[in-house]
């Protein structure tokens, strides 16, 4: 498929092809080995260790040390738990709606955003845990069998977080996994072409083989999973991963919203407002894409990648901050003026608080870092600026943090009795908490930029219309006097184009030619499948299936467990109170959806399959770089090869590059 757009519609470079694609991304990790990558690592690691000394000083003294007092039991923990969790929504929400509306730009960011959410979701799933004071029982927070017959309290905002968060990585490695397939299948066949260069060159006396370079080689097709790239394939990836993004969609808004509702629906000042989940929705996103474009610069500069995230990637990402800039501004400004007209004196005194308190410097490090900087996106000269575009993004991020600490901190320190307030004071130890998982979100970035594409492979290739040099792969195929009398598999032909192939397709399809028709490329191939009359299936009504059952079996677990086995009141609610268990229940369901979504992916296109008899076609390694294959497996004794290569032959229109024999 060359694609719908032109590259010069700024997406992509304008000489930038198929193979010219591939061998950009895959090459990138080699470019990440420098002194600059060596240092950022180790720098990395430092925190790391910072944060392995806060862990074991916790574990010695209990979770006193991040200074959290009565009524401030939620202090710098949960703070940085939302805001990391806040960060990973906001790209996953990224990703996923940009997917599901068909933006042409996601071509650079969407692989960024996916891996931004995974990395602040690992960051923020280590609070929890940690917040245990006995992480390594953390799996208490969970419904399973155990000796003393007892359930989880699962009207508790902490199994909420535990489902929530197991959820989200679930459904966000699903998608994230799902995309990766195809460029893993395309760093194996790279990494196994440099494994017989090697091989040839030690032959030939001018080198030897690497034991590295072979490793590197199997690992990646041991995570390709025995992708071909055949035309169901691509059908079947293609609905998957808008059926996993529609699910990450109501993920991230349950999370977000949920999590928000439940603050609204206390009385305590400051928190009482039909307007929170929004201001949350808009904070978390504006948090999550400024991460992502500042981690686009990155990519672009440290990988030399700016054919392929072009000045209007980042632009568009500019625009995007700007607009939910706004979104937030209007969101606080609604906030000040519904406190000054109607709100009593104890919301307007929290007003006060948060504008002119102890912790003022929260708010005006929103106002400084998320909601100024923005502004600067009205003129186009900054938003082409790459470094001003990741300046303000990592500045959004400061400011989505002030917003957590202001939110928790200045309403619970002080509530509605004053002899009910208590200071709280940031400590050594949740500081250095929070810069260890800083360093665990950058030393895992540091090191997927030295062994990922950063940037989706097949995404960028749909831009490409210009493709290679219309020559035939040189790999040697079989001579006849090797094929005469062995067993054939089928015959191949190779094409550099998908429109050549979908025609040839069309033609041959219904010829009684007694094989089997597959066909092979880089990317989704519409017509070829079209022609097929292959349809991709109905994954996603098997999804929604698997997530509404998955729901509805939480949500009936929690009635059974609080209502009749496990009854424990809290706070006066009744025994059914199916409204505490919402967020849980739609949490596990879209997990649920998740992963069924990828067995289905898997199991449609009968992977994992590390061997596959396509693999032997001459040449084939280029389905995952810029040739299309079109291959008629024997099905019957009829299976006639002159008679096929004659057709291929006498095509009116497209005829194939090379026509080869393929044994067994």
Not at 120 to 133: K, Q, S
Not at 388 to 402: E, Q, R, T, Y
Not at 458 to 463: A, L, M, N, W
Request: proline content about 5%; some cysteine.
């Amino acid at each position: 498929m060359s694609g719908t757009l032109s590259p010069r519609a700024g997406l992509l470079g304008a000489k930038e092809d198929l193979s010219s694609i591939g061998r950009a991304v895959t090459g990138a990790p080699a470019r990440a080995r420098s002194r600059a990558w060596w240092i950022a690592f180790a720098g990395a690691c430092g925190l790391l260790g910072v944060f392995a000394a806060a862990l074991a000083w916790l574990l010695l003294n209990g979770v006193g040390i991040w200074h959290n007092n009565n009524p401030v039991v939620w202090a710098l923990d949960i703070v940085a738990y939302d805001w990391w969790i806040g960060i990973a929504c906001g790209a996953l929400l990224t990703s996923a709606t940009l997917r599901l509306t068909g933006a042409a730009w996601r071509s650079g960011i969407d692989r960024i955003a996916e891996t931004t959410a995974v990395l602040a979701a690992a960051a923020a799933a280590l609070y929890p845990i940690i917040h245990l004071g006995r992480p390594w029982v953390f799996y208490w927070t969970l419904p399973y069998p155990n000796t003393l017959a007892l359930w989880p309290q699962f009207r508790s905002p902490l199994v909420w977080d535990a489902i929530d968060i197991i959820s989200f990585l679930g459904v966000c490695l699903g998608l994230w996994y799902v995309g990766l397939l195809p460029d893993f299948a395309a760093l194996r066949d790279r990494a196994f072409e440099a494994v017989r260069d090697e091989a040839r060159a030690a032959d030939e006396g001018r080198g030897r083989r690497r034991r590295l370079t072979l490793l590197r080689a199997q690992v990646y097709g041991i995570l390709a999973l025995g992708w071909r790239g055949a035309a169901t394939h691509w059908e079947r990836w293609v609905l998957a991963t808008r059926t996993l993004s529609a699910l990450a969609l109501v993920l991230v808004v349950a999370l977000q919203t949920g999590a928000s509702v439940m603050l609204a629906g206390t009385v305590l000042p400051g928190w009482h407002d039909t307007l929170l989940p929004v201001t949350f929705l808009s904070a978390s996103l504006l948090s999550g894409v400024g991460v992502t474009a500042a981690l686009a610069v990155l990519v672009r500069r440290a990988l030399h990648l700016e054919t392929l995230i072009t000045e209007r990637h980042i632009a568009l990402m500019a625009r995007l901050m700007l607009g939910l800039g706004l979104v937030s501004a209007y969101c606080y400004g609604t906030e000040i003026f519904s406190s000054l007209l109607h709100g009593d004196a104890y919301d307007r005194s929290v007003l006060v608080r948060r504008l002119s308190g102890s912790h003022a410097w929260a708010f005006w490090l929103i106002v400084v870092f998320a909601l100024l900087p923005v502004q600067l996106f009205w003129r186009a000269a900054f938003r082409r600026s790459g470094l001003v575009v990741a300046l303000v993004g990592l500045a959004a991020a400061i400011g989505s943090f002030g917003d957590h600490f202001m939110l928790l901190i200045v309403t619970l320190s002080h509530d509605f009795l004053p002899s009910s307030a208590h200071p709280y004071t940031m400590g050594l130890w949740g500081i250095a908490t929070l810069l260890g998982t800083v360093g665990l979100f950058l030393a895992l970035l540091l090191l997927g930029l030295r062994t990922l594409p950063m940037v989706s492979i097949t995404e960028t290739r749909r831009f490409a219309d210009r493709h290679a040099d219309g020559r035939p792969s040189g790999e040697r195929a079989p001579t006849p006097a090797e094929t005469q009398d062995a067993p054939l598999w089928g015959i191949s032909a190779e094409f550099d184009r998908s429109g050549d192939l979908a025609a040839a397709v069309e033609v041959l399809k219904d010829r009684d030619l007694d094989a089997r028709i597959e066909t092979y490329g880089p990317v989704p191939m519409g017509g070829v499948t079209r022609a097929l009359q292959q349809p991709a299936g109905i994954l996603p009504l098997v999804a929604l299936g698997a997530a509404v059952a998955g729901g509805c079996a939480f949500m009936a677990m929690c009635l059974y467990a609080t209502g009749f086995d496990y009854v424990f009141d809290v706070g006066g609610r009744p025994l059914f109170s199916w409204q505490s268990f919402m967020v849980p229940s739609v949490s596990f369901g879209t997990l649920c959806g998740g992963l069924v979504t990828v067995l289905a992916l898997l199991f449609q296109n009968r992977l994992p399959r590390l061997n596959h008899p396509a693999f032997a076609i001459p040449g084939f390694a280029r389905a995952s770089e810029d040739r299309f294959f079109l291959a008629f497996e024997a099905a019957g004794p009829r299976f006639d090869p002159a008679r096929i290569e004659q057709a291929l032959a006498r095509l009116p229109n497209g005829r194939p590059l090379m026509v080869r024999r393929v044994p067994l």
